[in-house]
């Protein structure tokens, strides 16, 4: 599975869009690129995934560069909740659903 | 809303016992997983199973570790002879499909603690 990279934090203010960047320069065609989080010690929460275009649902929304080399997660009214371990892991071609997590980036929402 | 279910919550054994790790997972999904985070550090795979039988497995999976879902609904991991170093949180997750088109589904966890 191709190697990502996140930035270790990002803070964001209460009600202000979230965005979190990732690198993923060797993906190959049939990886997609996959956003868990992880609040405290909870187990990991599927955010969304997508392969080349842009996708959106009731969580965030994901935005794939056209040479698909990075994205951006995008929570558009973030709150307290959203505080967490956010990990962006690309996955596909023979890997049977195996999830390959890095150290992701932490998400501090403030007041 | 369906959700992977994980027992027990907390497990502290001896190390050299052999300890079962529980997971109900959700009804429909096909295939499974197990994960561990040790303390402080990374989510890492383990393995993931399919069909009754493993489809991949990470170095970490060695032959102190097998998994097996003995009814319909029950997926375990068991560890023969648990060492200091096996003390990490454990989480079962499912799917429908193995990768791309649907998510992994992750239980709460089991947190095994080694003495």
């Known amino acids: 599975d191709a190697k990502t990279t996140q930035p270790t934090s990002m803070d964001c203010a209460e009600g202000r869009a979230a965005n979190l960047p990732c690198n993923h320069s060797?993906?190959?065609?049939?990886?997609?690129v996959y956003w868990y989080r992880q609040i405290h010690s909870q187990g990991p929460q599927y955010i969304i995934h997508g392969l080349k275009n842009n996708e959106t649902n009731e969580m965030a929304s994901l935005i794939i560069t056209e040479d698909r080399k990075s994205s951006t997660l995008i929570l558009p009214h973030a709150t307290l909740r959203d505080t967490a371990v956010y990990y962006c892991?690309?996955?596909?071609?023979?890997?049977?659903?195996?999830?390959?997590f890095g150290q992701g980036t932490i998400l501090t929402v403030h007041p | 809303e369906p959700e992977v279910t994980q027992t027990p919550s907390h497990q502290v054994t001896q190390m050299g016992q052999e300890v079962i790790l529980r997971c109900v997972p959700i009804s429909n999904h096909l295939y499974f997983y197990w994960y561990r985070q040790i303390l402080g550090q990374k989510v890492e795979f383990l393995v993931s199973?399919?069909?009754?039988?493993?489809?991949?497995k990470s170095e970490i999976f060695d032959d102190q570790f097998s998994v097996e879902r003995p009814d319909g609904s029950n997926f375990t991991l068991k560890i023969r002879s648990t060492k200091l170093e096996d003390s990490a949180m454990y989480f079962c997750a499912s799917s429908d499909y193995p990768h791309s088109y649907n998510e992994q589904f992750f239980g709460p966890g089991t947190r095994l603690t080694v003495l």
């Open positions: 892991i690309v996955s596909g071609g023979t890997s049977y659903g195996k999830l390959t």
């Open positions: 199973f399919y069909n009754n039988e493993i489809s991949e």
């Open positions: 060797t993906i190959s065609g049939n990886e997609y």
